[in-house]
């Protein structure tokens, strides 16, 4: 437990915890047989772990590019919900292995609409690659293929994530206990 802004914060994964799982996550990607690799990680909350999973991939003999896009998503939780892309990629997808890369996998929504976006754009591949899997929160049909940790249904912040922008420092994920 560590205290923080007056709050208490308890560390469900360590710091050395967490550079483990990326270790293992580049080491599958790498295994894989990976095509021309173009990481998108998908802001704000993956942009910790998209950077120490595009490290971990040249440390595994890769030699990724990285995007990123923001999305944002209405009427989560109902039918004909709608996602909408407030920053795109830059460069071309065509072709290419794309790996999106996110902090949560919950209720699947914006990551299905992205994997779908970037094969609509002629992706060869378009896999997803999360730390954090909170599979009892998925509202549709969707799994990742690169999984760091599955999540019990906790509130979780820290290594990106936050509660109202506060907590991305931290170098752990914790969950905010009051
Ligand atoms: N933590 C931070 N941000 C989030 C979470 C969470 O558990 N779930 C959805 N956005
Ligand atoms: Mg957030």
């Known amino acids: 437990m560590i205290h923080v802004r007056g709050r208490s914060i308890e560390t469900l994964y360590s710091a050395q915890e967490i550079a483990g799982a990326v270790r293992r996550l580049a080491g599958e990607i790498a295994a894989s047989g990976p095509g021309d690799l173009l990481l998108v990680g998908i802001l704000k909350g993956a942009f910790v772990f998209t950077a120490d999973l595009l490290r971990a991939l040249h440390e595994a003999g890769l030699s990724p590019e990285v995007e990123f896009m923001s999305l944002s998503s209405y009427g989560a939780g109902t039918e004909g919900g709608e996602v909408r892309i407030l920053r795109d990629v ?3 997808v065509a072709g290419r292995h794309v790996i999106l890369v996110d902090d949560i996998l919950e209720s699947g929504r914006t990551l ?4 779908e976006l970037m094969l609509e754009r002629g992706a060869a591949r378009s896999q997803i690659a999360v730390l954090l899997d909170k599979a009892m929160r998925r509202k549709t049909e969707i799994e990742a293929d690169y999984v760091g940790f599955s999540c019990p249904d906790h ?3 820290g290594y990106g994530m936050d509660v109202g922008h506060a907590f991305r420092e931290l ?3 914790g969950r905010v206990v009051e």
């Open 112 to 115: 299905k609409f992205a994997r």
């Open 171 to 173: 170098p752990f994920v």
């Open 90 to 92: 830059e460069q071309s």
């Open 155 to 157: 509130f979780v912040v």
